[in-house]
């Protein structure tokens, strides 16, 4: 059992509240998940050729100046760092996938959670309220965001196992369910040069749908596609540097509700999660169907 919630703002006079509209969602979904948290938010864009990586560096806080110090030796490109504690976002001019092979050679305690030109990703150990703390999610801006609250049944609880799971570009997926067959999913890939950073299955599924959209799929696309590869009970939540969107699998045993008003779209795995949110006795109110997309665009 896991919590999910998303939220896009509409009006952009809102978006500067994202992160003080969202605090009360995730830690509503405590109950739901008193093992870790993560959240991914979109901001204003970064211009190309620019990315920001957002990084993690465990229990301790790395150097982030001495690491920007040896990555400015190296790379001749502009590059800024802003720092949370034991996360950090990294923007550069470099290439990003140059960036992330440097980060793998050189700084091996340093994880990479995400790269793009809008995401930034914070995900630790620890009760949700804690997290929002230590990371100040009250005080973050932006469009959209994607956030989950995890109760471990099926793998370590670690900030690597921890929700949002993203893959290429502005891309992360939440999960409230349980595969039965991230092994054979993860057997089909890894010869196809997809890599898997750990044993958890909602990995499985971020993976599969980076193979699928790495072959040319669009995101409802893919979405549909594993309907019919990936087995077991889930409901979905993914964000792009666009879209927010959710599915819910044939069955849809895992909870989710959605309020969509003109100012905003909420969702949540339950709507203690949403009662809170402006105008909420206004907003039109429903569960997603088995097996059916939905998706807003900012």
Same mark, same amino acid.
């Given at each position: 059992m896991c919590g999910i919630v998303g939220l896009l703002v509409k009006k952009p006079a809102l978006r500067h509240r994202l992160g003080e509209l969202m605090v009360p969602m995730l830690t509503g979904m =405590? #109950? !739901?998940g008193p093992d870790s948290a993560g959240l991914a938010v979109y901001t204003t864009p970064v211009t190309a050729p620019n990315h920001k990586l957002s990084l993690y560096s465990g229990e301790r806080a790395a150097d982030w100046s001495l690491l920007l110090q040896r990555l400015a030796g190296d790379f001749t490109e502009h590059h800024e760092i802003a720092v949370h504690g034991n996360h950090a976002v990294l923007t550069t001019a470099a290439d990003a996938?140059?960036?992330?092979?440097?980060?793998a050679r050189s700084a091996p305690a340093v994880a990479v959670l995400s790269v793009g030109q809008s995401i930034d990703l914070y995900k630790d150990v620890g009760a949700p309220a804690d997290i929002a703390r230590r990371y100040?999610? /009250?005080t973050l801006g932006g469009t959209h965001l994607v956030g989950h609250t995890r109760m471990a049944t099926e793998s370590a609880v670690t900030p690597a196992h921890a929700h949002p799971f =993203? /893959? @290429?570009r502005d891309f992360c997926l939440v999960h409230n369910g %349980?595969? %039965?067959?991230?092994?054979?999913?993860r057997k089909r890939l890894e010869p196809l040069g997809i890599r898997f950073e750990t044993d958890n299955d909602t990995e499985a599924a971020c993976r599969y749908f980076e193979w699928r959209l790495r072959? @040319?799929? #669009?995101? !409802? =696309?893919a979405v549909a596609r594993g309907f019919s590869e990936l087995d077991g009970f889930f409901t979905f939540l993914m964000g792009t540097e666009t879209e927010l969107l959710i599915v819910r699998d044939a069955f849809a045993c895992k909870p989710a509700v959605v309020a969509e008003s003109?100012?905003?779209v909420a969702i949540a795995s339950e709507f203690r999660s949403l009662a809170h949110l402006p105008d909420i006795g206004h907003a039109t109110l429903f569960e997603?169907?088995? #097996? #059916?997309?939905y998706s807003w665009q900012i």
């Open positions: =405590t #109950e !739901r996938d140059e960036v992330v092979a440097w980060l100040d999610f /009250a =993203t /893959a @290429g %349980s595969l %039965s067959n991230p092994h054979l999913v072959e @040319g799929d #669009e995101l !409802r =696309t003109d100012d905003y997603p169907k088995p #097996e #059916e997309i």
